[in-house]
C-alpha cells in the first residue's frame, strides 16, 4: 500500500494550490484519507477529510470556504485545494489513510507549500 504525493508548490499570497495523493495496493474507495500538514517549528494540524466512495468530506473550521477535497476514483488519487494563500500556510502537506482501527497507517510523503509573494 502507497501513498505518493506531488512535488513542492511556491505560491503568491491569495493565490490557490492544489496537491494530489495518489494511492496504490489497496482499494481506494475502503478507507478514509485525511489531509494534515505541518508549519515550521509546529505540531501536526488536521485540515480536513475525504472518505472516496462518496466524497463525504470534513474539514477543520480555520479552513472553512477555503479548503476542498476530491477523489478521483478512476486514477484512485485525493486532492486538496486550498484558495486564498497567505504566508501562514506555508506547511508540509501530507496525505494518511486511516485505518479499520481509526488511526492512520500509511502516509504520503508530505509537500512542501510555500507562500511567499
Known amino acids: 500500500d502507497q501513498l505518493v504525493q506531488s512535488g513542492a508548490e511556491l505560491r503568491n499570497p491569495g493565490a490557490s494550490v492544489k496537491v494530489s495523493c495518489e494511492t496504490s495496493?489497496?482499494?481506494?474507495?475502503?478507507?478514509?484519507i485525511d489531509w494534515v500538514r505541518q508549519a515550521p517549528g509546529q505540531g501536526l494540524e488536521w485540515v480536513g477529510r475525504i472518505h472516496p466512495e462518496d466524497g463525504e468530506t470534513k474539514h477543520a473550521q480555520p479552513f472553512q470556504g477555503r479548503v476542498t477535497f476530491t477523489a478521483d476514483t478512476s486514477t484512485s488519487t485525493a486532492y486538496v485545494e486550498l484558495t486564498s494563500l497567505r504566508p501562514e500556510d506555508s506547511a508540509v502537506y501530507y496525505c494518511a489513510r486511516i485505518s479499520r482501527s481509526d488511526e492512520y497507517d500509511y502516509w504520503g510523503q508530505g509537500t512542501q507549500v510555500t507562500v511567499s509573494s
Open positions: 495496493g489497496y482499494t481506494f474507495t475502503s478507507y478514509y
